[in-house]
Antibody
Framework: EAELLESGGGLGQPGGSLTLSCAASGFAFSNLGMSWVRQAPGKGLEWVSAVSFSGQTTHYADSVKGRFRISRDNSKNIMSLQLNGLRVEDTAIYYC???????????????WGQGTLVVVSS | SSELTQAPDVSVTLGQTVRITCQGDSLRNLYASWYQHKPGQAPVLVFSGKVRRATGIPHRFSASSSGGVASLIIRDVQAEDEAVFYCLTRDFGGDRLVVFGGGTRLTV
């Protein structure tokens, strides 16, 4: 059974940086694309970023493009999200999830972690 | 790029049937998947796009898709079904990988 554990959340200053990590176990991590999804207080789910199984292809939401950087280390079964240029509106619970059918028509987020809270405030 | 539209709120009486819809032009060619999100918990995949019920999801849940509208149908609604339900699909023609609908809050 896939298990995902996020860490690295906390209080960040506007304009500052944080790095989130997602530790994976229970599945062949290097075979699956991975994604970050966030939920701001009182808002719906927002897809943030994704990385292919190899790490060679990445995608970003317009709201974070140029500020966030996704990466993965398949030797350690860890995916990371570097959050730079933090804004108050980045305050959210950040979830990591596995991606099935990354390149197909049946793309879906199959397994999810419990999330890590990021609060951006001065 | 793809955009998905969901009604913000739906109410249903215990034991009745409810249909939650997700509308988008891209759904004429792409599949939608469905997620249940309860407060304080991680979202859970309920149905994959090819109308496959996810592991552990009761058979009361079913899904369909036609003419750009994907539907999640819950029969014999139980109190524990109360949650926000989201649809998701690939962002066809856009820079994003996927896009969520706005979510539908189901009140039992």
């Amino acid at each position: 059974e896939a298990e995902l554990l996020e860490s690295g959340g906390g209080l960040g200053q506007p304009g500052g940086s944080l790095t989130l990590s997602c530790a994976a176990s229970g599945f062949a991590f290097s075979n699956l694309g991975m994604s970050w999804v966030r939920q701001a207080p009182g808002k719906g789910l927002e897809w943030v970023s994704a990385v292919s199984f190899s790490g060679q292809t990445t995608h970003y939401a317009d709201s974070v493009k140029g500020r966030f950087r996704i990466s993965r280390d398949n030797s350690k079964n860890i995916m990371s999200l570097q959050l730079n240029g933090l804004r108050v509106e980045d305050t959210a619970i950040y979830y990591c999830a596995t991606i099935m059918d990354y390149s197909g028509t049946d793309i879906r987020l199959e397994s999810w972690g419990q999330g890590t809270l990021v609060v951006v405030s001065s | 790029s793809s955009e998905l539209t969901q009604a913000p709120d739906v109410s249903v009486t215990l034991g009745q049937t409810v249909r939650i819809t997700c509308q988008g032009d891209s759904l004429r060619n792409l599949y939608a998947s469905w997620y249940q999100h309860k407060p304080g918990q991680a979202p859970v995949l309920v149905f994959s796009g090819k109308v496959r019920r996810a592991t552990g999801i009761p058979h009361r849940f079913s899904a369909s898709s036609s003419g750009g509208v994907a539907s999640l149908i819950i029969r014999d609604v139980q109190a524990e079904d109360e949650a926000v339900f989201y649809c998701l699909t690939r962002d066809f023609g856009g820079d994003r990988l996927v896009v969520f609908g706005g979510g539908t809050r189901l009140t039992v």
